[in-house]
């Protein structure tokens, strides 16, 4: 799988390569602003950039606009953006009408390093992978507040784990529950939410996006 | 009240003798006139009678008595002292001559026209009035002496020839003078002393009748000093003051004219108010067009008071001519011990009263502390708001620094245990992978609690993207629903934005803290220039603003601002806190 960072960082930038690179990544490039993000990614085409928001030269959001334009410019590549902090605006502003390919993770995420390969790797895949916490301010701020009175509170708690991006197993492991269970909590949301079995794997997806009101 | 009968000079060798040359039986005739012509002042005087009355009566009488066919009653300012404050000379005291001016405040017969009522004169040698000024006692002239003299010519229309002259003197200072003028060739011998002596009783009268009136004056000058400074005291707007002082300054002074004039300091000056006579000048708008040598021109040079006592002396001065206005007083008023302006009063007549600077001091006192009061309150505002703004900057770069910093050493650190535990897995060292996960969690609780305070330093987002974009964590972060519901276009100033948003903050974990309730909502406005910023909950009210709640911290930044903090929490609930920011454009 081939990589580019953008993490004006040197400290930062370093480390996560060979994090990465330890993990049997490719990375391709590794650069420090969003301009240079773009031309990489124009020049290498990878499957992914883990790029950082705060970049020269304004050190607000340039990591976020880089990554809007590779996701309008080049949908085959997924685009992971990491900070300090996450906000519900930057990741409604990044997912727009479409979590494919997305994730948006705390820095800090990073010292799971099986998770956070797993979360490269999804978004690579086009998939999406989003902070918990980020999911939290999602949820708070939705719209649509009447389908989430419906849900019992241990289906919310599947509702924001399938919003981060993980997998059955992985909200059983989270939640502390049988695969039968997470089954069982997942078909009620779908019902609740009126998303129908036709809607096929991409129920998951509309739910969360139906939830976040995205 | 003394009336000198011994000395030298010119006029007194005609009085010698005064008294013995006349007939015995004139005298009781002489002294019941008198006593009735005095009885007539007295009663005037008792009925509450103006000065101005007092002593056109005082002429009169004066006149009748002595049987002159002209009399004046004058006030007199030395110069060289606070007149009319200059001590009289003593019995055989003899003074340098006397400099100065007197002005006719009463006068009778023929005179009338050619001396009326505020006739001001420059004493010089020749006159009757400052030979009984240099002795202290009447002076007599006569003849050629009279009629050469400075007054000749109005002398010689009138016909009169001879003049005796009186000081008045009260409480041991010369308070004026009378004079009396005849047609005959003389004035009979003891006409000195029967003046004198009518003039010490009169004058007494004449004084009384003054100090009332300066009681009243006195009076009615602090009524509308009173009045003037509730409004000082009530804050009202500068205009609305300086609109009022002047109209007052008007009234008590001038009758004719006031204006009060802002020294700019590009060198222009600004009519702030004007009352009485229209001006050619809109208030608030450039003050131009006046005298080259006039009182604007003076105040601003000396920076003290300046009068002028007859335009018609003044060159270029014929716009006040024009006016009606023939002679004015004008009043520096200096704020924080800097030259800030002037009120200026302006009469029809010759020569304001002398003691018109002093009275008037009072009325550029209370301008100046109205100024000081309004310019202090001025700048405190604008410097509580840069001490806000200044402290906003350096929360901003101490979140900085800490994000450039401490906050990715601590994610280095992350990513090389992540590398580590990563590595140690293959090696089947549970004790060592213990280690490192220890050394994960508190990594992990370190930069969760740098994150916690650098957010409550300055969320980068709120300056990126707004309050609403900057709310949605805070809501996150309660225990209980909360609903934002934000419009605010156009955006505020970062410090207002910040200020608005931890209050929302603070608001919001006393809710979770304190309030047992079950949701809470925020609403954030804006409307026109202000900012509302309400937080409710449904919990059980009896929220304290001053019981340490960190909102009483945040009022004071929101004073800061001008803005207001207001909390409602009656007991049982609901509780709102509203917070009102200006935000102008």
Known sequence: ?214 | MRTPDAGSGEGRTADAGRGRDQPDEDRPRQLADEQAALRRVATLVAGGARPAEVFMVVADELGRLIGAEATFVSRVDLSGADSPGVPAPGASGERAEPEGYITVVGSYGRIRDEVPVGFRVKLTPGMVMTAALRTGGPARINGERLANGPFGAIIGRLGLRAAVATPIVAGGHYWGLTVAATSREDFPAGTESRMAEFVELAGMAIANAEAEQKLRELADTQASLRRLAMLVARGEPPEVLFAAVTKEVQRYFGGGTARMVRYEVDGTATLLANAGTESHVRVGGRWEGYPPTGLTVTVRRTGRAARIDDYRDVPGAEVRLREGILSSVALPIHVNGQLWGMIAVGSGQASLPPDTEQRMTEFTELVATAVANAQSRAELITSRARIVAASDEVRRRIERDLHDGAQQQLVAMQMTLGRLRSRMKAADDPESIALIDEARREARQAIGELRDLTRGLHPPVLTDRGLDAALSAIAARSPIPVAVDVAVSPRPSITVEAIAYFVVAEALTNVAKHAQATRATVTIRRVADRLLVIVGDDGRGGADPALGSGLAGLADRVSGVDGTLRVNSPIGGPTVVEVELPCGS
């Open chain 1, 1 to 214: 799988m081939r990589v580019v960072i953008a993490e004006d960082s040197a400290l930062l930038r370093e480390g996560l390569r060979r994090l990465l690179v330890e993990q049997d990544l490719d990375v391709v490039d590794a650069v420090a602003d969003g301009e240079q993000l773009l031309r990489s990614v124009a020049a290498h085409e990878p499957d992914v950039c883990v790029v950082d928001v705060r970049m020269p030269p304004t050190f607000v959001d340039e990591g976020l606009r880089a990554a809007l334009v590779i996701r309008s410019r080049w949908p085959g590549t997924g685009v992971l953006v990491l900070s300090q902090y996450v906000e519900e605006r930057y990741a409604t502003e990044l997912i727009g009408d479409n979590p494919d390919g997305v994730g948006y993770l705390l820095k800090d995420r990073v010292d799971d390093v099986d998770d956070f390969i797993d979360a490269v790797r999804r978004v690579a895949a086009g998939d999406t992978a989003l902070d918990p916490e980020v999911v939290k301010q999602l949820l708070v701020r939705s719209r649509k507040t009447d389908p989430l009175q419906a849900l019992t509170p241990r289906e919310r708690d599947v509702l924001a784990a399938m919003a981060e991006g993980r997998s059955n197993a992985g909200i059983g492991a989270e939640l502390v529950i049988g695969p039968a269970a997470v089954e069982k909590h997942i078909s009620n949301i779908f019902m609740k939410l009126g998303l129908r079995a036709e809607d096929g794997e991409h129920r998951r997806v509309l739910a969360v996006l139906r939830y976040l009101g995205a």
